[in-house]
Every structure is written in structure tokens, then in C-alpha cells.
């Protein structure tokens, strides 16, 4: 991983109504004890074509110790939030508190901690953007983007798909019991133009930033579940979501004895007062009252432009009868 002392700083941020103003992006990372984190944010302001127009909120739940340094040039674009490990409530609490840090920029990017951006991401992701808008000017781009992993010291990409990476459900999912949880999965499509989708990824959502004030994120959800109460609450209130071709990051997954920390890893979690198991079964909670009671959370909710029965009939998810047809999993795409 690159030393971030050894980095690059980015031109000296432009004055109010040059393109960091006009043209801005607000990047939101909630980072939990992440070893990639340096080489994240040096990865985004040295592969953007216009560094200067980016804004880092950077969540940073770290040991004061072990934080990210990070050259002065660079300290004047990132807004930073430390949090000790122990006082960590989960990654959607962090989401939120990052989400805070948005300051009026045009564009709003959610991506996780560990994410590896191709030259020129900023001009890509801003002209799919104003597609997508051309469309519905509340649109959001998103997906799980490809893979990557660190070979002596080096990003190498692992390509899934080169256009679209297209939601469905996980195969094999149903419904729980006690609560609407689903796990979901993005497959490979083929096709150069935007495409329509059921779900978002919170490692990859792009927009524009009046989805701060839309669509503030939910603090009292935990993991499991963020991505699916975050695009119903979008979908319901008029936004649509898009995959795009060519994403232009891509996000280092968990894999089989990764050590990268975790919020519900046991060594800390051992230490709180209150435990990730209590938070997880409280956000099954909220999750069964969003979907299945229909609870007014207040902007946290449900919104009155669509209803959940459109969201039946457009992705095959049926909350109100637990049910889900066969084009909402791998069939919708012809697999």
C-alpha cells in the first residue's frame, strides 16, 4: 500500500464558483480500522482528472494511534470525524455521520473504504450522471462494482462484467420469518446505455448531493438490510436508480481469511457496552416496521410517490404478500 506520506498532494483547491464549487463531489467514507484507507484516498484525488473538485467526509473509526496521515495539501479538501473503535455503532451510524459532513457540492459519491478508482473516474461518473438526470434529474447511479485485490503492494482488477453489473436477489433467498432482510448479488449485462434497477450498493452510489437533504441516511440501521431500506425509501419517493456501464472503481471484497477488521469483530466488540448482535436485531426490527408494518419513520420512511406494490410489479419483490417471483433473481437477466 502506498505510504500516504510519499503522495502526490492535489493542486490547491480552486476559490468559491471555480469548478471545486460549480463542479464539486462530495465523497462520504465511514472507514472502520481500515488498513486500505490511505490507499483509497490517495487513490481518489490522484486518479481524478480534477482533483481539486473533490471534498472528502471521512468517518474515521480508528485507534488515535493508527489514524491516516495525510499530506497538508490534502488535509484542506478532507473533513474528518474520529471515533474510537470501542464508541462505534455500526456502518450505517458512520454512513450517517459522514453524510453530515456534505457541505452544499453538486455531486454526492458513497463509496466504502477500501475502493480503487481508474484515471479519470470524476469526469465519468459526472457525465453519467447528467445523462441519468436528463431522464430523471433524481437519479441515482449505482452497483457492486468490480473486484480488486493487492499483489505486492499493487491494485490488480478481477473483471465480473466490463458493462453493467445488474442487481437480482441472491439465489436461494426468501424471506425470514421476523424480519424482510435479503441478501443481493450483481451479475453481468450487456448493454452501453443506463439500465433501470431494483436495488443500490452502498460501496458505489452516486448522485446529485440534494439526496443529502432527500435522502439522509438511516443512523439506526446496522448492515444487513442498509442497501435495501435505502433504495425503497429512493424508489419511493420518485428517484430512480441506474446501473451505468463501465463503472470506473473498484471495491476490495472479504474473502476467505481476510483480516481486515470488522465492526462486529469479537476482540472489540467483546469490550462494548452495547454489542453488534443487539444492534443487528434492532435494525431486523426497524427493517420489519419500514417494510412489513408500516411504521412512519418520518424521513426515515417510505415515501408516497410510488408504492410498494409498483416497487411488486417493477422488481418482483412483494412485501406485502412475502413473496418473490422469479424475475427478481438471476432470471431477469436471461441466467
Not at 460549480?22 to 462520504?28: E, K
Not at 479538501?77 to 474520529?82: E, N, T
Not at 431494483?198 to 440501521?221: S, T
Not at 451505468?244 to 476482540?267: C, F, K, T
Request: hydrophobic share 40%.
Amino acid at each position: 500500500m502506498p505510504d500516504s506520506h510519499a503522495m502526490r498532494p492535489p493542486p490547491t483547491p480552486g476559490r468559491p464558483g471555480q469548478i471545486g464549487g460549480h463542479d464539486a463531489i462530495f465523497i462520504s467514507i465511514a472507514a472502520y480500522c481500515d488498513p486500505l484507507l490511505a490507499f483509497t484516498i490517495c487513490s481518489a484525488l490522484t486518479q481524478a482528472s480534477q482533483p481539486e473538485r473533490i471534498r472528502i467526509g471521512l468517518v474515521e473509526q480508528q485507534l488515535p494511534e493508527a489514524c491516516v496521515r495525510l499530506p497538508e495539501a490534502w488535509e484542506r479538501q478532507v473533513r474528518r470525524v474520529h471515533i474510537h473503535p470501542l464508541q462505534a455503532r455500526g456502518p450505517c451510524w458512520a454512513r450517517a455521520i459522514a453524510m453530515s459532513l456534505y457541505q452544499g457540492e453538486r455531486w454526492f459519491l458513497q463509496i466504502d473504504s477500501h475502493t480503487w478508482f481508474e484515471p479519470g473516474w470524476d469526469d465519468r461518473l459526472i457525465a453519467w450522471g447528467e445523462h441519468c438526470a436528463a431522464l430523471n434529474p433524481r437519479s441515482l447511479v449505482t452497483t457492486y462494482p468490480n473486484a480488486f485485490t493487492l499483489r505486492d503492494g499493487q491494485p490488480v482488477a478481477t473483471i465480473a462484467g466490463a458493462e453493467l453489473l445488474a442487481f437480482v436477489v441472491r439465489t436461494g433467498q426468501q424471506f425470514e420469518p421476523d424480519h424482510p432482510v435479503l441478501m443481493f448479488e450483481a451479475v453481468p449485462v450487456s448493454g452501453q446505455a443506463p439500465l433501470p434497477t431494483l436495488h443500490v450498493g452502498a460501496g458505489c452510489l452516486f448522485g446529485p448531493g440534494q439526496l443529502v437533504q432527500e435522502l439522509p441516511y438511516d443512523p439506526f440501521l446496522y448492515f444487513h438490510g442498509e442497501e435495501q431500506a435505502f433504495a425503497l425509501r429512493a424508489w419511493t419517493r420518485g428517484w430512480d436508480l441506474f446501473h451505468v456501464p463501465g463503472i470506473p472503481l473498484y471495491h476490495q471484497y472479504v474473502s476467505a481469511g481476510d483480516s481486515r477488521p470488522m465492526h462486529w469483530s469479537p476482540e472489540l466488540d467483546a469490550q462494548r457496552q452495547v454489542r453488534s448482535a443487539e444492534l443487528s436485531e434492532a435494525a431486523n426490527r426497524r427493517m420489519a416496521a419500514l417494510l412489513w408494518q408500516g411504521a412512519d419513520l418520518g424521513i426515515y420512511g417510505l415515501g408516497t410517490a410510488r408504492s410498494l406494490a409498483d416497487f411488486a410489479a417493477f422488481s418482483g419483490i412483494d412485501y406485502a404478500a412475502r413473496a418473490i417471483a422469479p424475475h427478481a433473481y438471476k432470471a431477469r437477466y436471461g441466467y
